[in-house]
């Protein structure tokens, strides 16, 4: 029994280890598109930001209902590896964005701005 709870634990540790990595990247990525889109792109970014965090807060309040099911040790893991993973689509979609748009901003017309 108390492996288990060990076991779990370490789960625990773990997740939100990469829970607050992942919240991480995503405040790296949004900050460095937001310091190199015109104004008219940050204006929508900044309000695609506003929308994924009501998603995200609406789905963190779903997941234990969604999950009621589950009984025991492995109920936190579970509830913590579905945010990890809501936390990390963003955050992998903001990267791409960056990632698309960093070498050609240079290129875009100035009066974008």
């Not at 634990?9 to 990525?29: F, H, L, N, T």
């Not at 310091?35 to 930001?49: A, M, V």
């Not at 995200?56 to 309040?61: M, N, P, V």
């Not at 099911?69 to 109920?75: D, L, R």
Request: hydrophobic fraction near 35%.
């Amino acid at each position: 029994m108390a492996k288990t709870n060990s076991v779990t634990s370490e789960m625990v540790v773990c997740g939100e280890k990469a829970y607050s990595q992942w919240g991480a990247e995503i405040d790296k990525y949004y900050n460095l598109l937001m310091g190199i889109l015109p104004k008219k792109s940050k204006i929508q970014l900044k309000k695609s930001q506003s929308a994924w965090i009501k998603f995200r807060d609406l789905e963190f309040e779903a997941i234990p209902d969604i999950y009621a099911g589950i009984i025991g040790s492995f109920q936190g893991p579970t509830f913590l590896e579905h945010k990890v993973n809501i936390l990390r689509a963003r955050a992998l979609q903001l990267k791409d964005y960056y990632e698309r748009t960093k070498d050609d901003i240079r290129t875009w017309d100035i009066n974008n701005e």
